[in-house]
């Protein structure tokens, strides 16, 4: 069974950075795509960053020039530099791959940004 694990997640002051990975315990073949969703408190789960096979990259428009997403295909690792951070980027952020027909998603990590 793959279970993906994130790591990575913290408090951070704003104007600060950090780095999101996320691996895969398993084989997973023929990944389609890997992103990072984040749930703000009583808001919902958003797209925040997007990977193809083919390293095809999309952001969201509130994180672009500030994050970045990467991905190491044969750890089946996707990863999530975040710089500049800001208060409004505090939630829960859950990395997703799709692979092998099937859609997987991590438990989460809290980030926090806060003075």
């Known amino acids: 069974q793959v279970q993906l694990v994130e790591s990575g997640g913290g408090l951070v002051q704003p104007g600060g950075s950090l780095r999101l990975s996320c691996a895969a315990s398993?084989?997973?073949?023929?990944?389609?795509?890997m992103a990072w969703y984040r749930q703000a408190p009583g808001k919902q789960r958003e797209l925040v960053a997007h990977i193809t096979s083919g390293g095809s990259t999309t952001y969201a428009d509130s994180v672009k020039g500030r994050f970045t997403i990467s991905r190491d295909n044969a750890k089946i690792t996707v990863f999530l530099q975040m710089n500049s951070l800001k208060p409004e980027d505090t939630a829960v952020y859950y990395c997703?791959?799709?692979?092998?027909?099937?859609?997987?998603w991590g438990q989460g990590t809290q980030v926090t940004v806060s003075s």
């Open positions: 997703r791959v799709i692979g092998d027909g099937y859609i997987y």
């Open positions: 398993g084989t997973i073949s023929g990944i389609y795509s």
